[in-house]
């Protein structure tokens, strides 16, 4: 049994089968990455993840528990934190505004941005905020506008906010998408320096082969919304059914 577990997800759009019979286990502490040519359906079977889309068919359960109807909120307290494939932070706050956002909805379960004056008065909320950029290298920027930072720094802050939640798993949808190789370099070394650090798992969609390969240590691949192989990174290389699949032509 894997901490997420998806069982016979099936979602359909009017005409369109999304999803069909999809099962998935993923292992407690690994990185699990899910890839797909477009429209394989990975995006659509995330949205399920996180309760934000309810399958027509089908159960996905966290640690035993339904995710199925929740709100975000309700997600995020089960342990589960999303990075979106466009980095959501206040670009208008600064790095470490931002991050006092999650470390005070953490500790007290709501926030409003009216009330961020008062919370950076509070010392155990700043402590929190001004440890978390430390571990991901932003402590210096911490006075910088967030909307003048480059993509692979807004992503940074992002997965520092949700990982200030102390989530057990981190959903990352395609973390890597619009950066410079240099920044998409750097958030490979972050990510494997989380998963080896934290006790974290970690579920990935990705386009980019050379992430997944660089940190996956299970991979799915979905080719018209149903599971096609799950195998370990090695041994999907020269899978010819993935070949076919991103290809469309046999190997």
């Known amino acids: 049994m894997g901490i997420l577990e998806v069982k016979n997800v099936g979602k359909r759009f009017g005409g369109l089968q999304a999803l069909s019979d999809v099962n998935l286990s993923v292992k407690e502490n690994t990185v ?29 359960m966290f640690d035993g528990q339904s995710v199925l109807g929740r709100a975000p909120f ?24 931002n991050m006092l956002i999650p470390c005070f909805a953490k500790r007290d379960g709501a926030f409003e941005l009216n009330a961020l004056p008062s919370v950076q008065g509070q010392k155990d909320v700043l402590e929190k905020a001004e440890h978390m950029l430390e571990e991901m290298n932003m402590a210096d920027k911490r006075h910088m506008h967030a909307a003048a930072m480059s993509r692979g720094d807004k992503r940074r802050l992002e997965i520092g906010m949700c990982l200030s939640q102390e989530p057990r798993l981190l959903l990352l949808d395609e973390p890597t998408a619009g950066m410079a190789r240099a920044d998409t370099n750097n958030t490979i070394d972050l990510l494997k320096e989380i998963a080896s650090e934290r006790d ?14 660089s940190l996956a240590d299970r991979i799915t691949v979905l080719a018209q919304g149903t599971p096609l192989v799950e195998d370990d990174p090695q041994n999907i290389r020269g899978n010819p059914k993935v070949r076919e699949a991103y290809l469309g032509e046999s190997a």
């Open 74 to 97: 309700e997600i995020n307290q089960m342990g589960i934190s999303r990075v979106f494939q466009t980095p959501e932070i206040f670009g208008d706050l600064t790095v470490l505004e």
């Open 32 to 60: 699990h990455a899910i890839i797909g040519p477009n429209g394989a359906g990975k995006s659509t079977l995330l949205n399920c993840l996180v309760g934000k889309l309810i399958p027509d068919t089908g159960s996905v």
């Open 200 to 213: 974290i798992t970690i579920a990935i969609i990705e386009h980019d082969m050379h992430v997944v390969f």
